[in-house]
């Protein structure tokens, strides 16, 4: 039923992208994220995960987070004042972009897949009397080239800026190059394998929890305030932190590589 819904909001979206109400279009896109992150941990906690519904967890994210940010970049970036070099542009730039979400959405179900025949068939060797190897059931703190949610997110930095009231950003103030090259690059990073951090992975200590909360609160605020600023800054700083990532995912590689010397 979740799952569903993030389906409708990304339905949503391209609806009202199509009626030129931009902000309601992407409001429905981060509905769909809420729904995303909730329709995993629920399926987790009422122990009710199946194949039907990975495979449309995975469809409601390309419709979500691929189609939904590609059409709103076409209907905002071509409009009818733009020559046709600047079109192609702009239309190699999303297309490229829904492609690598399709791809990188692909590539998951797959290795899903794979995962889940590969347990299958330990699991009946164990029953069996072999000797099958115990999973590693620990959360990765990385995911491997960049989520599609937080694709969309990126995509649509440009979008949120010129909605936002504190800024006087307009997309004809941009060069077409360049708002390609950046839905380009974000579509680069979906189906990369560059490290990116897994929030779910992350374990925090005790004594970062109370500036955490601190964290959230002024977040809050400022999402309160000025929440497409606030978004569009969460998503740079997101891209921004591939660099910690590498250096962090190195170090646990090492750790690992030594542990298992010993």
Known sequence: MLTTLAVCCGLASIHF??????????????LAA????????????????????????SLSDFLAFGI?????????????????????????GVMVFALCSALRLARFTAQAHTQAMRAAV??????????AQPSNKRTSMFFSGMPTPAGAGVALIPAMLAASDDLQFQAWNVPSWVMAIHLIVTGVLLVSTVPMFAMKG???????VAPLLIIVVVVATCAMMSPWLTISAIAGLYVASVPLAFVLRSRQRSVSARAQSV
């Open 202 to 208: 992350v374990r925090i200590s005790r004594k970062l």
């Open 122 to 131: 330990e699991a009946s060797s164990g029953a069996s009397g072999g000797s």
């Open 68 to 92: 939904a940010p590609a059409v709103i970049m076409h209907q905002w970036l071509l409009s009818p004042v733009t020559t046709k070099a600047q079109d192609t542009l702009e239309l190699v």
């Open 17 to 30: 992208a199509l009626l030129d109400k931009w902000e309601r279009a992407m409001a429905a896109i981060v």
């Open 34 to 57: 809420i729904f995303d992150v909730l329709d995993g941990g629920a399926a987790r906690l009422l122990r009710v995960q199946s194949p039907f519904g990975a495979v449309l967890d």
